[in-house]
Nanobody
Framework: QVQLVESGGGLVQAGDSLRLSCTAS??????????MGWFRQPPGKEREVVAT????????YYTDSVKGRFTISRDNAKNTVYLQMGSLKPEDTAVYFC??????????????????WGQGTQVTVSS
C-alpha cells in the first residue's frame, strides 16, 4: 500500500510559475522502482495525463498542451516527484493528482498504467 500526498497548489495569475510536489510513503513501497505521473481534472471534465516519468528516470512523457512549459522530475532519495509549471494559463486550472504506476513497469503513459493516487491539489490560474 502506498500513500501519495500532493502539495504546492494554489491561486496564481496567468504567466506565473508553480511547483507541485508529491511525496510517497508505504511500508513495502520502494519509490525508485515505480513510474510516477501527474494528472489533472479540470472542472466538469475527465482526468487527463499531464506528465509522467519512468521508474529509472530515463524517459518522460508530456501531453502536448504542456510541452515546453511543464517539467516533471523525481528525487528518489526524498521519495518525491515534482511538477514544475511555467507560463501558466487559465486552461491549466484543475485539480492535479499524483499517481504511482506498477513496479518496474515499462508502461508509463496512460491513465490505466497507474494504480495508486493522491487526493489532489487545486491549481487555479486567473486571467
Amino acid at each position: 500500500q502506498v500513500q501519495l500526498v500532493e502539495s504546492g497548489g494554489g491561486l496564481v495569475q496567468a504567466g506565473d510559475s508553480l511547483r507541485l510536489s508529491c511525496t510517497a510513503s508505504g511500508h513495502t513501497f520502494t519509490f525508485s522502482n515505480y513510474p510516477m505521473g501527474w494528472f489533472r481534472q479540470p472542472p466538469g471534465k475527465e482526468r487527463e495525463v499531464v506528465a509522467t516519468i519512468t521508474w529509472s528516470s530515463g524517459y518522460t512523457y508530456y501531453t502536448d498542451s504542456v510541452k515546453g512549459r511543464f517539467t516533471i522530475s523525481r528525487d528518489n532519495a526524498k521519495n518525491t516527484v515534482y511538477l514544475q509549471m511555467g507560463s501558466l494559463k487559465p486552461e491549466d486550472t484543475a485539480v492535479y493528482f499524483c499517481a504511482a504506476g506498477r513496479r518496474y513497469s515499462p508502461s508509463y503513459i496512460h491513465r490505466s498504467d497507474f494504480e495508486s493516487w493522491g487526493q489532489g491539489t487545486q491549481v487555479t490560474v486567473s486571467s
